[in-house]
């Protein structure tokens, strides 16, 4: 099945490691163009000069951490598709990376043709994770939530979660099936009860508590894996 050309963005502070991504997805059919940065701040700037469809995120970056820069990126580009790329396999982190927005979690130790896999099937709308990376990733963390968050309905959990995706009104509307008006009115009372002004202000409330949400059902179903391709790991 012949796959939509994507414009790649690979962020890695590790020459080596961007060089031999590029080598992995030069040859590509589905790859179009490859771009690179070195540093959170030249991402940003990429991302906001040409926003790309695809981006594989090194999780430690030199200049800030790459969760940071990945709510970022959600909030400039939030249709572009991320696979995080870890030395680490924490389950934690690998949450709080699927909670951010990232829609794959692969580790740098893994097999080229299986981190090739895992690129592929993110890329082309999928959800993946790598071999050493459980399942239960996938799964809501089992800890309470602080307060204030401990002291929000589901709903509202979900509207904070699509906020710190960067969507507007109109997208968090048509991905729960409501009108833009209610979605309006469910987020001031949510600000009402995050103790916030607006939007900016509850998601920065929620990146400074570090803490991972549920995901919400919307985002709970990974897609359908690319027909004729197996799942990595």
Same mark, same amino acid.
């Given at each position: 099945?012949?796959?939509?050309?994507?414009?790649?963005?690979?962020?890695?502070?590790?020459?080596?490691?961007?060089?031999?991504?590029?080598?992995?997805?030069?040859? !590509?059919?589905?790859?179009?163009?490859?771009?690179? #940065?070195?540093?959170?701040?030249?991402? %940003?700037? #990429?991302?906001?000069?040409?926003?790309?469809?695809?981006?594989?995120?090194?999780?430690?970056?030199?200049?800030?951490?790459? %969760?940071?820069?990945?709510?970022? %990126?959600?909030?400039?580009?939030?249709?572009?598709?991320?696979?995080?790329?870890?030395?680490?396999?924490?389950?934690?982190?690998?949450?709080?990376?699927?909670?951010?927005?990232?829609?794959?979690?692969?580790?740098?130790?893994?097999?080229?043709?299986?981190?090739?896999?895992?690129? $592929?099937?993110?890329?082309?709308?999928? @959800?993946?994770?790598?071999?050493?990376?459980?399942?239960?990733?996938?799964?809501?963390?089992? @800890? @309470?939530?602080?307060?204030?968050?401990?002291?929000?309905?589901?709903?509202?959990?979900?509207?904070?979660?699509?906020?710190?995706?960067?969507?507007?009104?109109?997208?968090?509307?048509?991905?729960?099936?409501?009108? !833009?008006?209610? %979605?309006?009115?469910?987020?001031?009372?949510?600000?009402? $009860?995050?103790?916030?002004?607006?939007?900016?202000?509850?998601?920065?409330?929620?990146?400074?508590?570090?803490?991972?949400?549920?995901?919400?059902?919307?985002?709970?179903?990974?897609?359908?894996?690319?027909?004729?391709?197996?799942?990595?790991?």
């Amino acid at each position: 099945m012949a796959l939509d050309k994507k414009q790649v963005l690979l962020i890695d502070g590790h020459p080596i490691v961007a060089r031999g991504l590029r080598v992995l997805l030069e040859n !590509e059919p589905w790859v179009e163009r490859i771009r690179e #940065a070195t540093t959170a701040k030249s991402a %940003i700037e #990429a991302v906001v000069s040409d926003p790309p469809d695809f981006i594989v995120l090194d999780i430690r970056l030199r200049d800030e951490c790459g %969760i940071d820069t990945l709510i970022k %990126i959600r909030q400039i580009c939030p249709e572009a598709r991320i696979t995080i790329l870890s030395t680490s396999d924490d389950i934690e982190i690998v949450r709080t990376a699927l909670r951010s927005g990232a829609h794959g979690f692969v580790g740098k130790d893994t097999e080229p043709d299986i981190v090739l896999d895992t690129l $592929r099937v993110v890329a082309h709308g999928g @959800t993946a994770l790598g071999p050493r990376i459980p399942e239960e990733a996938l799964s809501p963390a089992s @800890t @309470t939530l602080p307060e204030p968050f401990s002291l929000l309905t589901s709903r509202e959990l979900d509207l904070l979660h699509h906020l710190a995706l960067g969507e507007c009104n109109a997208q968090i509307a048509k991905r729960l099936g409501l009108c !833009e008006k209610t %979605i309006r009115n469910q987020l001031s009372r949510l600000f009402l $009860r995050l103790g916030v002004r607006d939007r900016v202000n509850a998601v920065l409330l929620l990146h400074e508590a570090r803490i991972a949400l549920p995901r919400p059902e919307t985002h709970r179903t990974p897609h359908p894996w690319p027909p004729g391709r197996r799942r990595p790991g």
